[in-house]
């Protein structure tokens, strides 16, 4: 290979290096995050006494306008998703529960909507996770969901099929690995050498 083809290369290694997955960092008592499950169907990933939260997809570029509750999140936009759900199993009594979620991006909206139209919509970005959608897959009149930069705060009482959130963050900027780095230093060092031979020459 010649020296002057080390240059592209190392810079391309350096702009690709280290992505990051947008994380679940903190979270009150009354949340447990959890593995994404396999799959999310009406009685299902079954009865739990906390809200649980999960990831989704990660570092995901949108090839289309994805709508939240509160706006559109633009096409070319790489976003991160999460879910966040309290859930009961048919025929047990009624849980309320109220938590915070914080994640380590900032948050870009929600999807909350009452049978699932936003959420069914969007399920696309929780794969690997396959949702099959069903009625009153969403927040009710009696539940909350608000949001301030990174931390979510909810406030939820369900029966069953549950109560289920989506949630959008920014993807991570990535972050340049230390290989890249040496890779970029032996790009410059090599140019600068070539470019000594074309003056002496």
């Given at each position: 290979m010649k020296m002057f083809k080390i240059l592209p290369i190392a810079v391309a290694a350096l702009l690709t290096?280290?992505?990051?997955?947008?994380?679940?960092?903190?979270?009150?008592?009354?949340?447990?995050?959890?593995?994404?499950?396999?799959?999310?169907?009406?009685?299902?990933?079954?009865?739990?006494?906390?809200i649980l939260a999960f990831n989704e997809a990660q570092n995901y570029?949108?090839?289309?306008?994805?709508?939240?509750?509160?706006?559109?999140?633009?096409?070319?936009?790489?976003?991160?998703?999460?879910?966040?759900?309290?859930n009961r199993a048919t025929g047990n009594s009624s849980l309320s529960r109220s938590g915070t979620v914080t994640f380590s991006e900032m948050?870009?909206?929600t999807m909350t909507s009452l049978n699932g139209s936003l959420l069914?919509?969007?399920?696309?970005?929780?794969?690997?996770?396959t949702y099959t959608n069903f009625n009153n897959r969403?927040?009710?009149?009696?539940?909350t969901s608000t949001f301030a930069i990174d931390t979510l705060s909810v406030s939820l009482s369900v029966t069953q099929p549950g109560d289920w959130i989506r949630v959008i963050t920014e993807a991570p900027v990535p972050v340049p690995v230390p290989a890249s780095f040496a890779l970029m230093g032996l790009g410059l060092a090599s140019l600068a050498g070539l470019r000594r031979r074309r003056k002496s020459a």
């Open positions: 290096a280290g992505t990051a997955s947008a994380a679940i960092v903190s979270f009150s008592a009354t949340v447990n995050e959890i593995s994404a499950p396999a799959a999310v169907t009406n009685g299902g990933p079954g009865s739990n006494t906390h570029l949108l090839s289309a306008d994805l709508q939240t509750d509160s706006g559109v999140i633009s096409s070319g936009t790489r976003i991160s998703s999460h879910m966040v759900f309290l948050i870009l909206g069914a919509l969007s399920d696309y970005l929780g794969s690997p996770t969403g927040l009710e009149a009696d539940d």
